[in-house]
């Protein structure tokens, strides 16, 4: 492992991106989201993602130069076109907007459509909790989960984040697969040669296995709960899909080519309590948050990731993931 500050890992990120075909300003959304996940300990969602953000752009996979488009199609609505583009500079440009709506209206929902989504989603909901906002997020994936009872891939690992407005400035957000973890933290742990979770997926026979690579090599991750995930993953393949005019996961793979980021859409919503509840809803909801603080064993959702954050970095990033990106 080597140790890079944070600025190192914007750098890095941001110079690789532009040497292969990525204007400033993409380069520069996508490294903010990298960093972020790196000083988060979202080590799967940080430099490790490099190497497939280049592979989608040598390949035509994915437009470095995509110029997002926010449009208004009903009081509390916005679409976004990203130009098959990566999702970070499309959130960017959806937030002033989509914050105004849900402050005007209460609540305002957004579809970002024809998006390469590679990143956490936490970020989206965080920049609305850190404006007062309640936020939702949920976006799928290439078909790497098979519902309860099945053997075959059919749903992504499909995030959903939530985040809540605090009193003290940090916020309270999760963002967890309706898988029992996400793809990337699977590939990491078959790197490293690390057996991953129990119930975490079939080897290519159907057999249950806490080899990664075995789940990689042609078989597949399960839902979290059993039954319950796998409804929650359907839930987010209709409304990141259908709901938004995108496509589902089985058929983002239609286009697919491997190791790159894929097709596909987000919906991400934000929520004005204060119009439902009035002024006092953050610190009601302050009540119930402090109960769980001060829990013997418990904490609150996110809180080893904003304990990461305030340390500032700097972080650790494997040499074998600096390698790579050495080589690009």
């Not at 938004?244 to 996961?249: D, K, L, M, Q, Y």
Request: proline residues 5%; charged residues 20%.
């Amino acid at each position: 492992m080597a140790l890079l500050s944070l600025d190192d890992v914007y750098s890095l990120g941001e110079s690789t991106l532009i040497s292969n075909g990525c204007n400033a300003e993409n380069a520069a959304a996508v490294s903010r989201t990298m960093t972020a996940a790196e000083r988060d300990g979202s080590q799967s969602h940080g430099l490790f993602r490099l190497p497939a953000y280049v592979k989608g752009l040598r390949e035509g996979n994915a437009n470095g130069t995509a110029d997002p488009v926010v449009e208004q199609i009903a009081p509390s609505v916005l679409k976004v076109h990203g130009q098959e583009g990566f999702a970070s500079l499309a959130l960017e440009r959806t937030k002033d907007p989509l914050i105004a709506l849900a402050r005007e209206q209460g609540i305002a929902m957004c579809g970002l459509t024809r998006i390469r989504h590679f990143a956490a989603l936490w970020p989206e909901v965080e920049m609305l909790a850190e404006q007062g906002l309640v936020g939702f997020a949920v976006t799928a994936a290439l078909p790497y989960v098979a519902p309860a009872g099945g053997r075959e891939a059919l749903f992504g690992t499909n995030p959903m984040a939530f985040a809540w407005p605090r009193e003290n400035g940090t916020m309270l957000a999760f963002d967890q697969a309706a898988s029992v973890i996400a793809r990337g933290d699977v590939m990491i742990h078959a790197r490293d040669g690390h057996p991953v979770p129990e119930g975490t997926g079939l080897d290519k026979d159907g057999n249950p296995t806490t080899d990664g690579a075995a789940i990689l090599d042609g078989g597949v991750q399960l839902a979290f709960g059993g039954y319950k995930g796998s409804a929650i993953a359907l839930m987010i393949e209709l409304m990141a899909g259908a709901m938004i005019g995108e496509v589902f996961s089985y058929e983002a793979k239609e286009t697919a080519i491997p190791g790159c980021p894929f097709n596909g859409g987000e919906f991400l919503m934000a929520i004005d309590p204060s119009k439902t509840a009035g002024a006092g809803f953050i610190a009601h909801g302050e009540e119930l948050l402090a109960i769980i603080e001060n829990m013997n064993g418990a904490r609150l959702p996110g809180a080893r990731r904003h304990a990461n954050r305030a340390r500032g970095g700097p972080v650790e990033v494997s040499d074998k993931i600096l390698e790579a990106i050495a080589a690009l």
